[in-house]
């Protein structure tokens, strides 16, 4: 038998606890599937008495994740502690100086230092592995870096926020509001006590980011994905875009065309009986599109215990094996930044807005669109509430450009009583 | 820049000279992801004259693959010729023994010699590997086998044969009866000139084998999978699935519990709007559980020429990166023969039969079932044509063996006009 691959890992909460329970549970499979006995030698953590479920005696203990990582004793950090900067980044840095492939969690460090550390890990000779980053369960890190490594990728989809498809997908259900819903998430522990990088998109655009520079070989560019939140939507959105055979769903795209990089992680209209206009719940869906491969679907948990623990430790197992190459699929060096694109593509929106009960108003703002290059493909009206008239309009595909000068012109005009809202229809 | 991985091609058909292409087109990309240029050095095919839409000048070409397969001059053989024995055999032993690495595409091969050709792989130290075997274009092998490796697998099951896929939906969506669609499929380019593989099953029953042995950590035994074509289901059962709220699908289905290792592929009944239930045509999909993940599921193309390439070139390019792992995800000699379990598990299940219409007919089926231990959930029978009247009856769930005692005698009982069909009502 060959040498026991061997663990510290930094960080034991639900993921760090489920990643121990893998290890003790599965010890026999994980040395046959790695070739090698894999063992977990240190730990950290920022409460030792803690009660996790799990026994963690056999393990020596560091209060210092930085000291945990600069240990001689192991040989791959796993950072399950999260957080852009601070004690999680300290870590990771530490491992790689000291010569330890490192597996991680942690979405928002990759987006914000991923380029850096893919760097230094390459520069070391070691892995940086991220399959739990993006997706929980799902291996689509591996397909899309491995699995379709031979496409020229044309575009990546996806809902990978559990948190909001749960949210939206019960305000669709249940005709419950949001800041009702957002409550009963909390509750079940899907959300965060502060929940904006999740319901504002912050968390899902970090792993759009990550998907983006695997596939398209491109550096990591979190700031170029345009970002919104699902804050905004109402009930009356995902009644209308129900009734017109759609779903509202936090959807990333990131596509790469002659204009440049596009990504956007904004709640888009999908129809109801596409695939991902059918995902319920907290579950995740990717889509990739390759040049000889055409579209491919992978579905699954987005976060837990099981799941994320279940992608650090095919991770590791990748490392045992020997699978040291490069973080984003090719030399870090040879990552391009690409320029950005917004929106390059024509698109159908939804636009919902609040109009001055008076005759015409509608009149004004249907010439304002048009002025503007935005052709009407549906229009509703419905009865005002106090002299405001809620007002629905699909416009025929636009482009951006044109959308964003009658979105300014209706904000400017006095007719329009709140900033119109606009949701794009994506084509899936 | 290191070596180049140099390749020699057995077979030239669709999926050879889609590989031709991928090489052509991405010569850069694929020596960025592979970390080395990918080089076609040497080709075979059965003739050398055909169009094949790429320029084969600059390879060396041979007449006999095992020629081709025994020169000095490339690392990896591609075997894309297929047939269980033969030339293809002869081949990938001959690659082997002199020391190169295999990629082939090939179920049915390695559905009868998959054990033995993993056992000379791994003596030889050179890799075995066949992700396009097995789901077209889903990186399936890599997910079971990689992505979701530190699982106890529980269950794999999914729709794997896009031909039988294709038939059905098209019987289910226009009416159209098994014949008709079948020629269509053929005309298509979608069934071979001899469908029996694909409408009996026998096609997807190989990858099921393959996909077993991969997550079970089993020896493949293809002769263990139970395995019913397509061949039987009729318009009358479509029809009546659907307004109970099924698809009939020719369904996966791999799973292991205490009695052994159960294998399945056979016509089953899943519920219409299942992720399975709503797969239209020539889509394939696969489910996984594990005991960590949960359940995952991937969809795409499951065969032509693009997407089989892009498979074959996803295990190049592993091969490229290093990756020379055993076969079927553990070293071969740990591989088990495990105990086969037919049905382990209770199931409802649909049956037909054209009962002899006369008084107390359906009092006696009714009788012979219910002392067999098959409770009905649901009847119906239908105007009798020329003395026989056509009966569905959907049972509670029972076992295998109670629906197989209960079978013997409806058919030996003379009321019963012909021998009665069971499918399986599968839970998605």
Redesign the interface.
């Known amino acids: 038998m060959t040498n026991p691959l061997r663990l510290g890992i930094a960080g034991l909460g639900t993921v760090g606890a489920?990643v121990v329970?893998?290890v003790q549970?599965?010890a026999d499979?994980?040395a046959?599937?790695?070739?090698r006995p894999i063992r977990i030698v240190a730990v950290s953590a920022r409460s030792r008495g803690r009660e996790r479920g799990v026994a963690l005696d056999a393990y020596a203990w560091e209060d210092d994740p930085v000291a945990l990582a600069r240990r001689d004793d192991f040989d791959v950090l796993l950072e399950l502690m999260g957080g852009e900067d601070g004690p999680a980044k300290a870590a990771v840095e530490a491992a790689i100086e000291t010569g330890k492939h490192v597996v991680t969690a942690n979405k928002a460090m990759l987006a914000h230092h991923g380029q850096a550390m893919a760097e230094a890990a390459e520069a070391r000779g070691v892995a940086l592995r991220y399959?739990a980053a993006v997706a929980g369960?799902?291996?689509i890190v591996?397909?899309l870096g491995?699995?379709?490594?031979?496409?020229?990728i044309r575009r990546v989809m996806g809902v990978m926020n559990g948190t909001c498809n749960y949210i939206l997908t019960e305000m669709q259900a249940r005709g419950a509001d949001y800041a009702e819903v957002l409550e009963e998430a909390q509750r079940l522990g899907y959300a965060e006590a502060d929940p904006s990088f999740d319901v504002g998109g912050v968390d899902a655009a970090h792993k759009l980011a990550l998907l983006a520079a695997l596939g398209f070989?491109t550096r990591v560019d979190f700031a170029g994905v345009q970002t919104e939140g699902i804050d905004r939507v109402t009930l009356t959105d995902i009644a209308h875009a129900e009734d017109m055979g759609y779903r509202i769903k936090l959807l990333g795209v990131a596509s790469m065309s002659e204009a440049g990089l596009e990504q956007r992680m904004t709640p888009c209209l999908v129809p109801v009986d596409s695939?991902l206009g059918r995902l319920a719940g907290v579950t995740n869906a990717v889509m990739v599109e390759?040049?000889?491969?055409?579209?491919?679907?992978?579905?699954?948990?987005g976060a837990?215990e099981?799941?994320t623990?279940?992608?650090v430790?095919?991770d590791?197992?990748?490392i045992a094996?020997?699978?040291i190459?490069?973080a984003f699929?090719?030399?870090a060096a040879?990552l391009t930044a690409a320029p950005r694109a917004a929106d390059a593509g024509a698109a159908a929106y939804y636009l919902r807005m609040s109009l001055h009960d008076a005759p015409g108003t509608l009149a004004k703002v249907a010439a304002a669109l048009g002025e503007e290059g935005v052709s009407i493909r549906q229009m509703r009206q419905y009865d005002h509430e106090g002299g405001a008239a809620p007002a629905i309009f699909m416009t025929h595909p636009t482009s951006r450009a044109a959308l964003d000068g009658a979105l300014g012109r209706l904000g400017g005009m006095k007719e329009c009583l709140d900033q119109p809202m606009a949701l794009r229809v994506e084509t899936v």
């Open positions: 489920g329970k893998i549970t599965h499979l994980l046959a599937r790695g070739g399959e369960g799902i291996p591996k397909a491995e699995g379709l490594a031979a496409n020229g070989g695939a390759g040049d000889f491969v055409g579209a491919t679907h992978y579905e699954g948990p837990g099981g799941p623990a279940s992608a430790m095919a590791v197992l990748d094996r020997g699978l190459g490069p699929g090719a030399p040879s």
